[in-house]
């Protein structure tokens, strides 16, 4: 069992920037692709970007290459999100999830291969 806990959202304005920070605490010496998800009000849950707590490559969706950096530091069991240059299409729950297998193109994205989520932190920006 994993249990995670995201912060660190807010208001901010448009150009601005925020870091998002997600806490793990139980079984966290296991293998895990970690990922960022976002939801708007009224729309289905997505992807944001996805690292494996052990190596191997980040995945970004288009919107958020060149202005998030997603990253894990395992002696904290805590992952972050860097947001950069937030737009107001930017505002989102966001949530963190953990799943047991090996981050890939093709799979990180499927809410369904995540077995752990946070409650989610609220990030709004305004223009």
């Known amino acids: 069992q994993v249990q995670l806990v995201e912060s660190g959202g807010g208001s901010v304005q448009a150009g601005e920037s925020l870091r998002l920070s997600c806490e793990a605490s139980?079984?966290?010496?296991?293998?895990?692709?970690m990922a960022w998800f976002r939801q708007e009000s009224g729309k289905e849950r997505e992807g944001v970007t996805a690292v494996y707590t052990h190596g191997g490559g980040t995945y970004y969706t288009d919107s958020a290459k060149g202005r998030f950096t997603i990253s894990h530091d395992g002696a904290k069991a805590t992952l972050y999100l860097q947001m950069d240059s937030l737009k107001p299409e930017d505002t989102a729950m966001y949530y963190c999830a953990a799943g047991n297998f090996v981050c890939g193109a093709g799979s990180w994205q499927r809410k369904s291969q995540y077995n752990y989520w946070g409650q989610g932190t609220q990030v709004t920006v305004s223009s």
């Open positions: 139980g079984n966290t010496a296991k293998r895990y692709c």
